[in-house]
């Protein structure tokens, strides 16, 4: 670390923030206890999805079909499988892996009803970017898709795996693109000029938006307010529980007050995202 490094004093990224504002008490078994989860069938479908739509864009533009998409399936399944044997521990049976796996081929198909990847030629895809904040918090994260258009203005694309979110939820949903746009906002000195959430699920349905410096401003102050409460909680060693719909869905009701559970004792040294680190350091623990 040199004297111009910035002193990093915590990382952020938008899943992170959101567990956060989900629930205090998930941000901390997840980032600060760092307890495992059992790997969730829908989330690992959507990695698979992400990875052959990364993919698919190597190809040549007239060659990028339903059908190739089709057959990078099952190569990349199997690749991630290899990477994390316990991934085939999700299902009963073959049968239930098999419907898993057609689930994932409809998603693809139902891409193509919403974009042509014929005419698109991404700038970048699966793009990591990071921006420090005045006063040391960096913010970082993986953009799906990055597209120039060729008078330079720049839009966001980001894959969903599940149906679009209805009205209320909708400002959920832009938070983590409104959060993207800082980062390249404060990288580049530009806003990007559009949004775009694609869903894959339901129906599939396009969410788009068009930002501007207003909207980022507000969102540095929102990031900026829920780190302050991260270190509040750090401080006080309070993490309240939030119940919700998701509680359904999560690994440790057993642990969770809301649920007649305990927390373990706060670890002594806070890891991950919590602590203070160089620009480097807080790159290599992603």
């Known amino acids: 670390m040199t004297l111009t490094d910035p002193v990093i004093i915590g990382a952020l990224s938008p899943s992170r923030a959101g567990d956060f504002m989900t629930c205090p008490l998930l941000y901390r078994f997840r980032v600060v206890d760092q307890l495992p989860e059992r790997p969730s069938p829908a989330a690992v479908r959507g990695t698979v999805v992400h990875a052959v739509l990364e993919r698919l864009y190597d190809l040549p533009a007239p060659a990028r079909s339903v059908q190739a998409a089709l057959e990078l399936l099952e190569p990349q399944w199997l690749r991630l499988l290899e990477e994390e044997p316990q991934y085939a521990e999700m299902f009963a049976d073959d049968a239930e892996q098999a419907e898993w796996l057609t689930q994932a081929r409809s998603m693809l198909e139902r891409y193509f009803t919403l974009e042509d990847p014929t005419r698109l030629e991404p700038a970048e895809r699966e793009l990591y970017v990071e921006a420090v904040l005045d006063g040391g918090l960096m913010l970082r994260g993986y953009v799906d898709r990055l597209d120039v258009a060729p008078s330079g203005e720049v839009r966001v694309v980001d894959y969903k795996t599940g149906s679009a979110p209805g009205p209320d939820f909708e400002a959920k949903a832009l938070f983590q693109m409104k959060f993207y746009a800082l980062v390249l906002w404060r990288l580049r000195g530009e806003v990007p000029r559009l949004l775009q959430l694609v869903y894959l699920g339901g129906k599939g349905e396009v969410l788009r ?50 649920f007649g559970g305990t927390p373990p004792p706060v670890p002594a040294r806070q890891p991950g995202d919590t602590v203070r680190r160089s620009r480097r350091a807080a790159t290599d623990e992603l």
């Open 209 to 258: 938006y068009a930002p501007d410096e207003a909207d980022l401003l507000a969102t540095e102050r929102k990031v900026r307010a829920l780190w302050e409460a991260i270190e509040r909680a750090l401080q006080s060693g309070e993490w309240r529980a939030r119940r919700s719909r998701l509680c359904d869905w999560c690994d440790h009701q057993a642990l969770c007050p809301e």
